[in-house]
């Protein structure tokens, strides 16, 4: 089944077109100028993805090498994300549908994200544990079965990848901050400054990280910036391990709990050096196979939401034009 996918939900503007698992075409264009605000605008994100639309998808149908007539279904984004970048994509993708006379289906921005992380394996066997790590959520997730999901537990506050992005911007260090950090502490102690890791000790899944965030301030204001500069690698190392360290022991205590086969790791987080070693290392020692997403299907792209969609569509399963744009869309199993 050939499937083109359309993700808008945030700051990339990203066209793909699947064959099952194989990416025939994957074209992603992030936009750049959010980065001198230090984080997402909404309003100047909608109106990039209006600019960008036509010939990002132009682009991706070209480099598949296929005619659009050869196109089964489409798939896009209804939710989460930024409500007017989201319908961008929706709009888009009804009008595809209706133009080409094919189906097309909405899915969650998340499950596109589990969805990359699938993309990229050969031997997918439930159940999977799934942690969901971006700049909007944290999340541990059990599924059981293509398209079935339990939430086992999430952030109560902000998510991991937005406390890599304010804790760089605190820093004076750019936007997104998860890559800066990541490449920073690769020279650093993470050992020199002790960085708090909520909810550890707790039994349940739930993180916070506002309290890391709060911490790295006050560190800051108590230390100047002057020292900050001097001591960057380390900083970086130890605010890194920190929030990874409490992903790391979650995720391989509900795989125990919940007799699992795998882990997964999916969102932009999952391209975190640390995360992808320490995660890795636990596993091998608690026998887990551990599934790493390839590192350009981990931030947002098209390739995971055609992925998804196929599930759907190859189920027949497909959505109306009256379908709508929904912010705050909630991750569900199909029933
Ligand atoms: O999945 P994504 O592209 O967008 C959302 O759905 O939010 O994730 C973006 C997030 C940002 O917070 C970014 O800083 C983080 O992923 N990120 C990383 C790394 N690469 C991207 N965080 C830590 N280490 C990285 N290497
Ligand atoms: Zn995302």
Request: hydrophobic share 40%; charged share 20%.
């Amino acid at each position: 089944m050939i499937v083109l996918g359309v993700e808008t939900s945030c700051d990339e503007t990203s066209a793909a077109v699947i064959e099952d698992n194989r990416v025939l075409s994957s074209v992603i264009s992030s936009q750049e100028i959010h980065s001198q605000f230090g984080g997402v605008v909404p309003e100047l994100a909608s109106r990039a993805h209006v600019r960008l639309i036509v010939p990002i998808v132009e682009k991706a149908v070209a480099e598949s090498g296929l005619p659009k007539d050869e196109i089964d279904g489409f798939s896009v984004t209804y939710g989460p994300g930024l409500v007017g970048a989201l319908l961008v994509g929706v709009n888009f993708v009804k009008g595809l549908s209706l133009a080409l006379k094919k189906p097309f289906v909405g899915v969650n921005h998340i499950e596109g994200h589990i969805y990359g992380n699938i993309l990229s394996q050969t031997d997918v066997r439930f159940p999977i544990i799934f942690l969901i790590v971006s700049g909007g959520h944290t999340q541990i997730v059990l599924m059981k079965d293509h398209l079935q999901y339990e939430i086992l537990g999430k952030t109560r506050d902000d998510a991991v990848g937005e406390a890599f992005d304010k804790g760089a911007k605190m820093l004076g260090l750019g936007y997104p901050g998860g890559p800066l950090i990541d490449q920073l502490a690769k020279n650093g102690d993470p050992r020199k400054v002790s960085f708090p890791r909520a909810f550890l000790k707790n039994t349940d899944f739930e993180f916070s990280y506002s309290g890391l965030k709060t911490s790295l301030l006050t560190y800051i204001e108590q230390n100047g910036v002057e020292y900050i500069n001097a001591n960057i690698h380390d900083i970086c190392a130890s605010y890194q391990a920190a929030a990874v360290e409490v992903l790391v022991k979650k995720t391989i205590k509900a795989a125990k709990i919940h007799n699992a086969k795998q882990i997964g790791i999916a969102g932009g987080v999952a391209a975190n050096s640390l995360l992808r070693k320490w995660l890795g290392e636990e596993s091998v020692k608690s026998g887990f196979d551990l599934y790493l997403p390839d590192l350009k299907y981990c931030t947002d792209n098209a390739a995971m939401i055609a992925r998804a969609g196929l599930e759907y569509l190859k189920r027949n399963i497909h959505s109306e034009q009256t379908l709508n744009a929904y912010p705050a869309l909630k991750l569900k199993s199909l029933s």
